[in-house]
């Protein structure tokens, strides 16, 4: 044992957010632009972190935290570790990219290289680590982050890869604040509660947005018309905004984008600030003061 390396990458959700927490299914992308890396030297002196990039202070700050929780989870609360990790890390937090995500599954490959996780074990460990950042985890995108591929997902564990045949030019770009997840599933779980009935027909809205979008992803190249995506793109939105998140910097910048061409758009992940996610005719051209992610090439 002298040295184990991984590298895990963000993800995007085109539709399914919130309701994939009832059973609803999520329809969920990976995303290879953004990543994480972990480099991990076995040295006999205590266990020390270092990271850099994006929000390097903050993974330095939750590092203790999700040890804690990892060794508490195997009853290992007493365990000393030794050796030197280094993390580069170029995911946001509080975005919807999945930053949370990939430290949990870097750090769950990190234990089963220690031989503390099995091969088997390591979506359910890295599930539950993940509950340290949004109360409960759906899972979805720990799922995403391990396979690498786009998938259909649905709790508890049933796991569908997506052939998608005919990319649109969809483009994330950040809304100026961030989205705590907590708050948000707090937010929806406070709107089901009040209004029972009109939390299952949002309910079932999303999860016709999801399967109107697998039936479209996975169709022909005669299906490329992104006008048939703007219907699905704008019931997305209207679900967030009746969940309530999507007040302030959401809906000024999705009123942006659309002022300057987007055809629709809705937010990724769980709202209330973070990125959105919005459909073009074509290429960008016009040069925004922040940055846009091209999600199809």
Same mark, same amino acid.
């Given at each position: /044992?002298?040295?184990?390396?991984?590298?895990?990458?963000?993800?995007?959700? +085109?539709?399914?957010?919130?309701? %994939?927490?009832?059973?609803?299914?999520?329809?969920? +992308?990976?995303?290879?632009?953004?990543?994480?890396?972990?480099?991990?030297?076995?040295?006999?002196?205590?266990?020390?972190?270092?990271?850099?990039?994006?929000?390097?202070?903050?993974?330095?700050?939750?590092?203790p935290g999700v040890l804690s929780k990892a060794l508490e989870l195997l009853n290992r609360k007493d365990?000393?570790?030794?050796?030197?990790?280094?993390?580069?890390?170029e995911l946001p937090l509080g975005s919807g990219m999945g930053a949370s995500s990939s430290l949990c599954v870097a750090f769950s490959r990190w234990f089963h290289y220690l031989g503390f996780v099995k091969t088997a074990d390591i979506y359910e460990f890295a599930r539950?680590?993940?509950n340290i950042f949004h109360g409960e985890s759906s899972g979805v995108d720990i799922a995403v982050v391990l396979h690498e591929k786009p998938l259909i997902f649905k709790?508890?564990?049933?796991?569908?890869?997506?052939?998608?045949?005919?990319?649109?030019?969809?483009?994330?770009?950040?809304?100026?604040?961030?989205?705590?997840?907590?708050?948000? %599933?707090?937010?929806?779980?406070?709107?089901?509660?009040?209004?029972?009935?009109?939390?299952?027909?949002?309910?079932?809205? /999303?999860?016709?947005?999801?399967?109107d979008a697998i039936k479209l992803f996975s169709g022909s190249e005669s299906d490329k018309d992104p006008k048939k995506l703007v219907p699905i793109l704008d019931?997305?939105?209207?679900?967030?905004?009746?969940?309530?998140?999507?007040?302030?910097?959401?809906?000024?910048?999705?009123?942006?984008?659309?002022?300057?061409?987007?055809?629709?758009?809705?937010p990724t992940g769980s709202g209330g600030g973070g990125y959105v996610l919005s459909l073009w005719a074509d290429k960008i051209q016009y040069k925004f003061d922040f940055e846009t992610i091209e999600l199809f090439e």
């Open positions: /044992m002298s040295s184990f390396s991984t590298t895990t990458y963000g993800k995007w959700i +085109f539709s399914g957010e919130h309701t %994939v927490l009832r059973g609803g299914p999520a329809l969920v +992308f990976p995303l290879f632009k953004k990543k994480l890396e972990l480099d991990y030297n076995h040295t006999s002196k205590p266990l020390t972190v270092k990271a850099s990039g994006e929000n390097a202070s903050d993974i330095e700050e939750l590092f365990e000393q570790l030794t050796g030197d990790i280094r993390f580069r890390n539950q680590l993940e709790r508890p564990n049933i796991i569908e890869t997506l052939n998608v045949k005919n990319p649109f030019k969809l483009y994330l770009s950040h809304t100026g604040q961030k989205g705590i997840t907590k708050e948000c %599933v707090n937010t929806v779980n406070s709107f089901i509660k009040r209004d029972p009935q009109s939390g299952r027909r949002v309910d079932e809205k /999303m999860i016709q947005v999801t399967l019931s997305g939105y209207e679900c967030f905004k009746e969940w309530g998140l999507t007040t302030g910097a959401v809906d000024q910048h999705i009123s942006l984008l659309k002022s300057r061409g987007a055809l629709a758009a809705k």
